[in-house]
């Protein structure tokens, strides 16, 4: 994925969130949010129509953060 693919992705993930019951301070998209809401976000969600959607995009861009990562560290 490029960075443009990226950058969609996570702008999307965070309309998703605004959407969602989330404390205030998890709406962003960053990392850690992204890994909260995965494991905290059903509480308060699993109900909501796009709950599923919005955690599978989240499992697609914390793998897109991993790989990065990984090549930023071979490189």
């Not at 996570?10 to 998209?29: H, I, Q, W, Y």
């Not at 960053?30 to 499992?59: A, H, M, P, V």
Request: hydrophobic share 35%.
């Amino acid at each position: 994925m490029n960075i443009f693919e990226i950058l969609v992705l996570r702008s999307n993930v965070e309309k998703m969130f605004n959407d969602l019951n989330l404390p205030t301070d998890r709406k962003a998209g960053t990392e850690d949010n992204i890994k909260w809401f995965l494991k905290n976000g059903y509480q308060q969600n699993r109900f909501k129509s796009s709950f599923d959607e919005t955690k599978k995009l989240c499992k697609i861009m914390l793998k897109e953060i991993t790989h990065d990562q990984k090549n930023k560290i071979s490189a």
